[in-house]
């Protein structure tokens, strides 16, 4: 079981509301600063721990920050994230660029910024030295194909657009050095919102395996393995959070008999986990609009899809409170709506909640990754704002909610003077 806790009093929460209207999506920051520092726990036996923050999860400067602070880096995937995590002080090699189809200007900001880089393709090694030059320290991102078959545990990498083939990975290695690269990372991202512990156990014996390959047949002594990211949360209030602790001693045992074994016990290990560190502590905040009983009630929200995408996308379950009735009964049956004219626009279908009523206060938990950050304009539908529970109980606005006028700011009016 996973408890689920909103941190603000009722009482609070309405002041919040007076000042910043409904819908929004809050953090907190204590609750970030938690999931880190466990994270970093769990590895604190590595020789050396990094953490990537994957900034597509929650790009907000500030957020970033926060993980900063805590010890952390960033995982990149556009230039805008490169740009954001030189915003908020991340640069060199705490941060990674893992882009794929990459673009290059995305290589050569983060040439520009001394990121290592992490290639997607054998293709790019070329690509990247034509349009950006090489980095100091370089990785490339393994798919492990059908080399894994029979697993029940990584889905089938040989359907994933990512990464380069085992073979084209040792040939990649050869190539960089050809260049003159003298450094070196190895990186995978397999699995996404996992809940079992054996999947990164599983996935770093694999990577340990194969950079003991990598001294043995290149002779190149790796600098770190990156896991990726993919740590789950649990969504229902049935799941239960990841061992983090077990993951960590799991990881420990297979580094110290595959690595252990050949003299590659300075291996730091890297993770770029984005949920697990941002999920479950953002929560979205609406306000109930409209009921409607046709053939089945319907309560409509003044939030939709454009602030949270993931249940339409993927049938995600993100659990709902009804503020100020968390105790009562949930003998009500409703779907939880969005105004979109998309069908598919709705945080519930027919869950049970307790008796709601015009006005209340929904919160939707768990939207502090991949929440915001995948919103879209759809149907001109604006971006709520983004808020920030600080340590001390106060709030930050760390982005207001889109206008009007930023949806229209890239249009050409007919017979305006806009050009
Ligand atoms: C999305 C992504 C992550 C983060 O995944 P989470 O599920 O948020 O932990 C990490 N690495 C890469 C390459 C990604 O694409």
Not at 52 to 68: D, S
Not at 224 to 234: A, R
Request: one cysteine or more.
């Amino acid at each position: 079981m996973s408890e689920k806790i909103f941190p603000i009093p009722r009482e609070r929460l309405q002041e919040i509301i007076q000042k910043y209207p409904t819908p929004f999506h809050i953090y907190d920051e204590k609750a970030i600063r938690e999931n880190i520092r466990a994270l970093r726990h769990a590895f604190r036996w590595a020789p050396e721990f990094r953490e990537h923050f994957a900034v597509k999860a929650t790009p907000n400067p500030r957020i970033i920050e926060i993980l900063k602070d805590e010890g952390a880096g960033t995982d990149c995937s556009s230039l805008a994230e490169l740009v954001l995590s030189e915003a908020a002080g991340v640069t060199g090699e705490s941060i990674m660029l893992t882009s794929n189809d990459t673009p290059a200007d995305e290589f050569q900001k983060a040439i520009d910024l001394g990121a290592v880089i992490n290639l997607d393709d054998i293709s790019h090694i070329d690509y990247l030295e034509q349009h950006a030059g090489m980095p100091k320290c370089l990785s490339f991102r393994y798919n492990p194909g059908n080399l894994i078959e029979g697993n029940d545990i990584i889905g089938k990498p040989m359907e994933a657009k990512y990464g380069l083939t085992r073979d084209q990975l040792f040939e990649a290695y050869r190539m960089a050095q050809e260049k003159g690269v003298k450094r070196f990372g190895l990186h995978t991202m397999v699995i996404s919102n996992e809940l079992r512990s054996d999947a990164f156990i599983y996935t770093a014996k694999l990577m340990f395996t194969l950079a003991a390959e990598i001294k043995e047949k290149l002779g190149i002594h790796l600098e770190f393995v990156n896991l990726g990211g993919g740590i789950g949360i649990p969504y229902r209030p049935e799941e239960e959070p990841v061992d983090l602790e077990a993951v960590g001693q799991g990881i420990r045992e297979a580094y110290n008999d595959i690595l252990g074994s050949h003299g590659l016990t300075d291996i730091a290990i890297a993770m770029e986990s984005g949920r697990a560190m941002t999920g479950p502590a953002g929560w979205l905040v609406s306000t109930v609009l409209h009921e409607k009983k046709t053939y089945k009630d319907y309560i409509g929200l003044d939030a939709c899809m454009a602030n949270l995408m993931r249940p339409a996308m993927y049938g995600a379950y993100h659990h709902i409170t009804v503020l100020g009735k968390e105790k009562a009964l949930a003998d009500h049956v409703y779907d939880v709506t969005g105004s979109l004219c998309e069908n598919n626009d709705k945080f519930a279908i027919d869950r049970k909640l307790p008796e709601i009523d015009i006005g209340d206060v929904l919160v939707i938990h768990d939207t502090g990754a991949h929440g915001h950050a995948m919103g879209f304009n759809y149907n001109g539908k604006l971006r709520s704002a983004e808020l920030l529970l600080r340590e001390d109980g106060t709030t930050e606005l760390i982005r207001r909610a889109e206008t009007l006028d930023d949806y229209f700011s890239t249009l050409k009016f007919p017979g305006s003077l806009m050009i």
